[in-house]
């Protein structure tokens, strides 16, 4: 007997064999069609993730030269005579080149972890040494920043340094 003849025959059944195919070849689409969108959506995550830290490589070589700069203000002699005024317009000169490498460094999403004063946070900053207090509510707070840590984009690239407070009775 012929196909034909079969499915003028059996019509159900025919439609059924049919139907059953033809729902697989939709649920293998629907199948191909999720991964193509969970692939582009990926793909769309990973491009976005790369534009957000391929800056990383250069921010890091950058970081030590401004902790250096930072770390020269403090630590400036102070002239005295007649040279006090120029020490007084370098230094201002120094500040305001500090505050804009600041600026460009904030621009690129580079943020320096506060420390001092802080509850020590270990995703944030390596303990380095401790010291002593008698004052119980200070345990565990950072007493002093030996190394300024950084963030780029919220992910930590340098761990601050610290050293943190431990309560002795």
Same mark, same amino acid.
């Given at each position: 007997m012929s196909k034909v +003849?079969?499915?003028?025959?059996? @019509?159900?059944? #025919?439609?059924?064999?049919?139907? #059953?195919?033809? +729902?697989d070849f939709e649920n293998k689409y629907l199948r #191909?069609?999720?991964? $193509?969108?969970?692939?582009? *959506?990926?793909?769309?995550?990973d491009k976005q993730d790369f534009a957000k830290y391929a800056n990383e490589g250069l921010l890091m070589d950058l970081l030590p030269v401004y902790d250096h700069l930072k770390m020269s203000l403090p630590?400036? @002699?102070?002239?005295? &005579?007649?040279?006090? =005024?120029?020490?007084? *317009?370098?230094l201002e000169g120094v500040k305001h080149v500090l505050n804009q490498f600041k600026k460009v460094l904030s621009e690129a &999403? =580079?943020?320096?972890?506060?420390? /001092?004063g802080k509850k020590f946070d270990h995703n944030l900053m390596d303990a380095v040494a401790?010291?002593?207090?008698? !004052? !119980?509510?200070?345990?565990?707070? /950072?007493? *002093?920043?030996?190394?300024? &840590? $950084?963030?780029?984009?919220? +992910? /930590? %690239? %340098? @761990?601050?340094? =610290? #050293? /943190? $407070? *431990?309560?002795? +009775?």
């Open positions: +003849k079969k499915n003028i025959e059996a @019509p159900d059944a #025919a439609f059924a064999e049919d139907s #059953a195919e033809s +729902k #191909a069609l999720a991964d $193509y969108q969970n692939l582009s *959506k990926q793909h769309l995550k630590a400036s @002699p102070s002239l005295g &005579g007649e040279h006090a =005024v120029e020490t007084d *317009k370098w &999403g =580079v943020a320096e972890i506060a420390t /001092v401790s010291e002593e207090t008698a !004052e !119980e509510n200070q345990d565990e707070l /950072v007493a *002093k920043e030996l190394k300024a &840590g $950084y963030t780029l984009n919220g +992910k /930590v %690239i %340098i @761990p601050a340094r =610290v #050293a /943190v $407070y *431990k309560f002795t +009775k």
